[in-house]
C-alpha cells in the first residue's frame, strides 16, 4: 500500500501542482495582499478543494456532469466568477499602498473558485479514476485516496500563495505591482480558457 500512495502522490504533485485558476489566483491574491491577507481566502479554497474530492470519490460530479443542461449553467457561471476574480487580481493595489480596511479576498469567494474550477475536476478526476490503492478493503484504498489528494491539494496551494506573497515583498514600487498584479490576471484567464477549450 506504501508504494500505492508514493505513486499516487507523485502523480498528484505535477498535476495539481501545475498552474490552474486555483493555484494562480492564490499566488495573485498572495502578490496583491499578502499572505496574512488572503490566509481566508486560501481556506475557502482549500475547503472547497476538499469538496472537489469528495464530489468526485462519491461519484456526485459524474452524476451532475452527465445532465448538458447543468454542465453548461456551471461552465457559464464559473466563467463568469473567473473573470470577476481576475479583475480583483489586476486591480488590486500594491501591497504598500493597501488600506488595511480595504476589500481583501473572502472565504466564501476562495471557496466559490475552487468548487467553479475546471482544471480541479479535470486533474482530481483523472488522478483519483488512474490511481489503484491495495488496500484490505475497498473503503480503506477509498479513505487512503482522499487523504492523500487534499494533502497535496492543501500543500500545493499553500506554497503557491506563498510564492506569489514572496514575488510581491519585492515588488513594493507600484508600477512593478501593477504589472504582476496584471500578469497573474492574464495568466488566470488564460487557464480557465485553457481548461474550457480542451
Not at 495573485?28 to 491577507?37: E, K, L, Y
Not at 490566509?39 to 479554497?45: C, F, P, Q
Not at 490576471?185 to 487557464?191: H, I, P, Q, W, Y
Amino acid at each position: 500500500m506504501t508504494d500505492d500512495l508514493v505513486l499516487l502522490i507523485a502523480a498528484a504533485l505535477p498535476l495539481m501542482g501545475s498552474p490552474g485558476p486555483a493555484t494562480l489566483s492564490l499566488a495573485g491574491m498572495g502578490a496583491a495582499h499578502g499572505v496574512r491577507r488572503s490566509a481566508r481566502y486560501a481556506a475557502g479554497i482549500n475547503l472547497g478543494t476538499v469538496a472537489v474530492v469528495l464530489l468526485i470519490a462519491t461519484g456526485v460530479t459524474a452524476m451532475i456532469l452527465g445532465l448538458p443542461a447543468m454542465r453548461m449553467t456551471i461552465a457559464v457561471l464559473a466563467g463568469f466568477y473567473m473573470l470577476y476574480l481576475a479583475w480583483h487580481i489586476a486591480t488590486a493595489p500594491p501591497l504598500a499602498a493597501s488600506d488595511p480596511g480595504s476589500h481583501t479576498p473572502s472565504f466564501v469567494g476562495g471557496f466559490a473558485l475552487a468548487i467553479a474550477n475546471p482544471k480541479a475536476y479535470a486533474a482530481i478526476g483523472a488522478i483519483y479514476v488512474g490511481s489503484t490503492i491495495e488496500a484490505g478493503n475497498a473503503a480503506s484504498a477509498t479513505i487512503a485516496k482522499i487523504l492523500v489528494l487534499v494533502l497535496v491539494a492543501i500543500t500545493v496551494n499553500t506554497v503557491w500563495l506563498a510564492v506569489g506573497a514572496a514575488i510581491a515583498s519585492t515588488l513594493r514600487d507600484p508600477a512593478k505591482a501593477r504589472i504582476v498584479n496584471l500578469v497573474f490576471a492574464v495568466l488566470l484567464l488564460a487557464s480557465v480558457a485553457w481548461a474550457f477549450l480542451r
